[in-house]
């Protein structure tokens, strides 16, 4: 009896051993997982941010361009995924998704049972949670190490985020096969189109994929997708998300495959794209692996038609056997949006972009800022300079400088401001820059936008300091809207992968020119088109002249090395450049006219859809008709008048009298009312 009791007392103490170490050992397991949700807590949410291709969008839209690197990764809103693909997906992923806190026990013990029976891993329990968790911070190893972070990292997602968070990073980043990261790009890929378009039975086709991609992947075993389909099809009846009736019409619903990754056919505008990266980064101040793998959407101020327009000219006109270079860039002049642009002929043999990067010597194109600096010093567009051989002394005498005109021909006397422009007289050019002195210049220049470092000198009047393409449409940008700020744009909103913009460009302009100038100078720039200005030689815009089918105003130039057009009409400004990379003397002579021909082709085919429209006059501005020879107000016995324009104030008052005949009858002969002024400026004239 005393053996039993005390076997009896034996025992007890065990059990109560026991229970007392089952007791700490549970409280220990307790504290253990209070500790571990406390430091989850105190971590916050864990950040869901995953590499995502950057797409580039055009000014309509469309896709132009992405970052990628093999690997498809978009990512869109919850809302933007066919609800049958969501169904689905939880129906064959995780049926208790909307119910448990991260880990499905349930599941958990009946996959431990199944392995136990089979003697190895036969079915797998994680769930949805758990295997976004994975995807975004684990590899796929199957250690011990990995399964305890993972479940760590599981805790802090339900944690901190809600269900539908959850579901939308892990449709965002499920692999779907074939390069193809996340719904929407599985999407294009399997069907060529979007996520939220699915119908039930792609999207429960699609949702099997996951599994085992290289398995169950259309693509690769239709066989097999469609029997995986049916799974989940089944699932879908189980969770009355379908009834069996919709269940069996997805079975027979016929299904096309697209089997193409959404690409972008060939590079559109490779140097555009390349100059809207560099102004995400100085603009935006973005790094490199953001702008790369954001997941940004990039909504760009391209113009496609208009890109087309310029490549085309490029291929057309410069022949094939030639070596060389072209730039072109085209601006909304109202907004300072680049809406074409190319650095060059070919991208792929050099991605140089000469339009952004280069700096060469613009030649003549300098000459509107100059002329438009001496309308601020009281010039008009009748002004007159004597226009022959010359040598410039400066520096107070120690220095000369012998500028030449084209082939060396001279007026041999007084020519206007506005046939100086239109025949780029250099003598007039550099008269004009030394009066008003040449530091004067070099500030109009910084006004105009120009940023790269200017000499003052004489000849640069005359282009002798070097400038970027884009830089130079962007002063004519300001002559063509009236004289108001802008810089040249290449973006117009930035979102992130969320959605959120985070960039916006306004379009808010302060009125930097005085607006009466700029139209005047814009009117001036349009004689470079027109014969009437002929003199000494033809206008400079002779040889395109024929070409073109609306008012444009304009400027060539040219150098040794290169050659220029820049001009605009209302809606758009453009300049084109030609020329050697090494700086080489270009002596063919059709190489020489590629800039005028690129140029006038170029705003022909781009504006062929727009309306024809006039330089819209200010208020401030009168415009007479006159000599254009001399500049004074013409007689109807002037054989040729050309309306010209001035600032009210400033038109000229005197009559050309090179042309009335010797008999004074013909003053008499006049209306009456204008009699007595036609006699008073006639002696003032003979006065003088």
Not at 564 to 581: E, T
Request: proline share 5%.
């Amino acid at each position: 009896m005393e053996l039993i009791t005390e076997r009896f007392k034996r025992s007890t103490k065990y059990i109560r051993a026991f229970i007392i170490v089952t007791a700490l050992s549970a409280l220990l397991l307790f504290l253990m997982f209070l500790a571990l949700f406390m430091y989850a807590k105190v971590l916050g949410p864990p950040p869901v941010a995953v590499p995502q291709s950057t797409l580039y969008y055009s000014e309509s839209g469309k896709v132009i361009g992405e970052t990628s690197h093999g690997q498809k990764r978009y990512w869109v809103p919850i809302q933007e995924i066919s609800p049958d693909l969501i169904n689905a997906t939880v129906a064959v992923e995780d049926r208790q998704f909307y119910t448990h806190r991260g880990f499905d026990l349930k599941r958990i013990a009946g996959a431990v049972l199944a392995d136990m029976r089979s003697m190895s891993k036969v079915q797998g329990a994680s769930t949805i949670t758990q295997q976004y968790a994975r995807n975004l911070y684990l590899g796929h190893d199957k250690t011990w190490k990995r399964k305890l972070s993972e479940a760590f990292y599981t805790i802090r997602l339900e944690m901190n985020y809600s269900k539908r968070d959850i579901l939308e990073g892990y449709l965002n980043t499920i692999y779907y096969g074939h390069g193809a990261y996340g719904a929407q790009a599985a999407s294009l890929y399997y069907y060529g189109k979007n996520a939220k378009d699915l119908t039930l039975a792609e999207s429960s086709m699609l949702a099997g994929v996951p599994k085992g991609p290289s398995r169950y992947s259309p693509l690769a075993n239709l066989e097999k997708a469609k029997l995986r389909q049916q799974v989940v099809l089944s699932s879908m009846v189980q969770k009355k998300y379908i009834s069996t009736k919709q269940k069996l019409a997805a079975i027979r619903a016929p299904l096309s495959f697209n089997g193409e990754k959404e690409t972008v056919h060939g590079r559109i505008a490779p140097y555009f794209q390349d100059a809207v990266k560099q102004a995400l980064k100085t603009q935006l101040h973005l790094d490199d692996r953001t702008i790369e793998l954001g997941g940004l959407r990039v909504y760009t101020t391209l113009n496609e038609k208009t890109q087309a327009a310029a490549e085309k000219s490029f291929s057309d006109i410069i022949s094939s056997e030639s070596n060389v270079q072209a730039a072109l860039v085209a601006m909304n002049p109202k907004t300072g949006a680049v809406t074409a642009l190319a650095g060059g002929r070919d991208y792929d043999k050099s991605p140089f972009n000469r339009a952004t990067q280069a700096i060469r010597q613009p030649g003549s194109t300098i000459k509107p800022i100059l002329y438009y600096s001496a309308l601020e010093k009281g010039f008009t567009p009748s002004t007159t300079l004597k226009s022959e051989a010359t040598t410039f002394k400066y520096d107070g005498g120690q220095s000369t400088y012998t500028p030449h005109n084209y082939n060396s021909q001279y007026a041999n006397g007084d020519i206007t401001m506005a046939q100086a422009i239109a025949l780029s007289d250099n003598i007039f050019a550099v008269k004009t820059n030394l009066f008003l002195g040449e530091k004067s210049l070099v500030q109009n220049i910084r006004k105009f936008g120009l940023t790269t470092k200017m000499h003052a000198s004489p000849s640069l009047a005359l282009g002798t300091s070097g400038v970027r393409v884009i830089e130079m449409v962007n002063a004519y940008s300001l002559l063509a809207n009236g004289g108001k700020h802008v810089t040249p744009i290449f973006i117009k909103r930035v979102e992130n992968q969320k959605g959120d913009v985070i960039f916006e460009q306004k379009t808010d302009h302060e009125q930097l020119l005085d607006r009466n100038k700029a139209f005047v100078m814009t009117e001036m720039l349009t004689g470079v088109f027109d014969k009437k200005l002929n003199g000494y030689t033809k206008v400079t815009g002779s040889t395109i002249a024929p070409e073109l089918t609306r008012p444009y105003a304009g400027k060539s130039g040219s150098t040794t090395t290169d050659s220029w057009m820049i001009g605009y009409a209302p809606q758009q400004a453009a300049g084109v450049w030609v020329g050697y990379d090494q700086a080489k003397k270009m002596e063919n002579p059709a190489e020489n006219v590629y800039a005028k021909k690129i140029w006038a082709d170029f705003m022909e085919t781009s504006l062929e859809d727009t309306p024809v429209k006039p330089f819209k006059k200010p208020s401030g501005v009168v415009g007479v008709y006159v000599n254009p020879q001399n500049g004074k107000l013409a007689t109807k016995d002037c054989p040729v008048k050309r309306k010209t324009y001035f600032v009210k104030g400033t038109e000229p008052e005197e009559y050309c009298t090179e042309h009335l005949p010797n008999s004074q009858n013909t003053i008499l002969a006049s209306p009456e009312k204008h009699k007595k002024s036609w006699y008073k400026r006639i002696l003032h004239f003979w006065g003088h």
